[in-house]
């Protein structure tokens, strides 16, 4: 490997999982990028596939992949239980000292893991915050107000809350419990992990375009179950918070 993949030298233990629903079109060129790029940054590293519920060929797919590849496990959600659901059995069923996340449907390069990998020794979050977002204009518009009102509600001051481009250390999961199932979920666990002490820093990240698949985050039950999750959560997450000086 050279100095470049690596600035520190180090190859980290790493859990690597995407949760993705219904995303026959993607998943296997997603995980092929993975598998890819993953020896250049660690010598033991294992991927997890969250299939959550999907209703196209998406389970059957990362069943293959993992029958082909010892490194590559699957994971199976009978019925969908929501993103909170598939990060937390994502989350649940990582080994390594690290755990990075990023969605299945192929918008963000796992490659730029790097510029996460190269902070985790200083910090314990470690989250990409997309450049410049490539998203309809009513997915940022929606992904704004949220950010806005989760800032205001749980005072969590990240730039990019719901950024699916995340690194943690394994220890931080061993500490908090996590209830959310739905979309919630990260502003959830970046209030609880500031809560238990726990660092975070941001860095730029590119967001790809979606060539294929369907995106479900807009869809109006994800938006109001997100909402009804914010305020009945509210008060068990930010009893959690640190006082505000």
Same mark, same amino acid.
């Given at each position: /490997?050279?100095?470049?993949?690596?600035? =520190?030298? +180090?190859?980290?233990?790493?859990?690597?999982?995407?949760?993705?629903?219904?995303? *026959? !079109?993607?998943?296997?060129?997603? $995980?092929?990028?993975?598998?890819?790029?993953?020896?250049? $940054?660690? !010598?033991?590293?294992?991927?997890?596939? $969250?299939?959550?519920?999907?209703? !196209? *060929?998406?389970?059957?797919?990362?069943?293959?992949?993992?029958?082909? !590849?010892?490194?590559?496990?699957?994971?199976?959600?009978?019925?969908?239980?929501?993103?909170?659901?598939?990060?937390?059995?994502?989350?649940?069923?990582?080994?390594? #000292?690290?755990?990075?996340?990023?969605?299945?449907?192929? =918008?963000?390069?796992?490659?730029?893991?790097?510029?996460?990998? #190269?902070?985790?020794? =200083?910090?314990?979050?470690?989250?990409?915050?997309?450049?410049?977002?490539?998203?309809? /204009?009513?997915? +940022?518009?929606?992904?704004?107000?949220?950010?806005?009102?989760?800032?205001?509600?749980?005072? $969590?001051?990240?730039?990019?809350?719901?950024?699916?481009?995340?690194?943690?250390?394994?220890?931080?999961?061993?500490?908090? #419990?996590?209830?959310?199932?739905?979309?919630?979920?990260?502003?959830?666990?970046?209030?609880?992990?500031?809560?238990?002490?726990?660092?975070?820093?941001?860095?730029?990240?590119?967001?790809?375009?979606?060539?294929?698949?369907?995106?479900?985050?807009?869809?109006?039950?994800?938006?109001? +179950?997100?909402?009804?999750?914010?305020?009945?959560?509210?008060?068990?997450?930010?009893?959690?918070?640190?006082?505000?000086?």
């Amino acid at each position: /490997m050279s100095e470049a993949d690596n600035p =520190q030298g +180090r190859k980290y233990p790493l859990s690597v999982f995407f949760p993705c629903y219904n995303e *026959q !079109d993607n998943i296997r060129r997603v $995980v092929g990028e993975a598998m890819a790029f993953l020896p250049a $940054v660690s !010598d033991d590293f294992e991927v997890i596939v $969250v299939d959550d519920g999907s209703r !196209d *060929q998406t389970g059957v797919i990362i069943d293959e992949l993992a029958d082909g !590849d010892s490194r590559i496990r699957a994971v199976h959600h009978p019925a969908n239980r929501g993103y909170g659901g598939a990060l937390r059995s994502g989350f649940g069923a990582a080994t390594k #000292e690290l755990i990075f996340y990023t969605d299945g449907d192929g =918008q963000f390069d796992i490659s730029e893991m790097r510029s996460l990998l #190269e902070l985790i020794d =200083q910090y314990d979050i470690v989250s990409g915050y997309r450049r410049r977002r490539r998203d309809s /204009m009513s997915r +940022r518009l929606n992904a704004w107000m949220w950010g806005r009102l989760v800032r205001l509600v749980l005072g $969590v001051r990240c730039r990019d809350i719901d950024s699916a481009f995340k690194l943690y250390r394994r220890k931080i999961f061993d500490r908090i #419990e996590m209830k959310s199932t739905g979309a919630l979920i990260d502003a959830e666990i970046l209030a609880r992990a500031i809560r238990s002490g726990y660092t975070i820093t941001e860095v730029p990240v590119t967001h790809r375009p979606r060539i294929a698949g369907c995106p479900t985050g807009a869809n109006i039950s994800v938006i109001l +179950r997100a909402f009804k999750e914010l305020l009945s959560l509210r008060k068990d997450i930010v009893s959690t918070l640190p006082e505000r000086k």
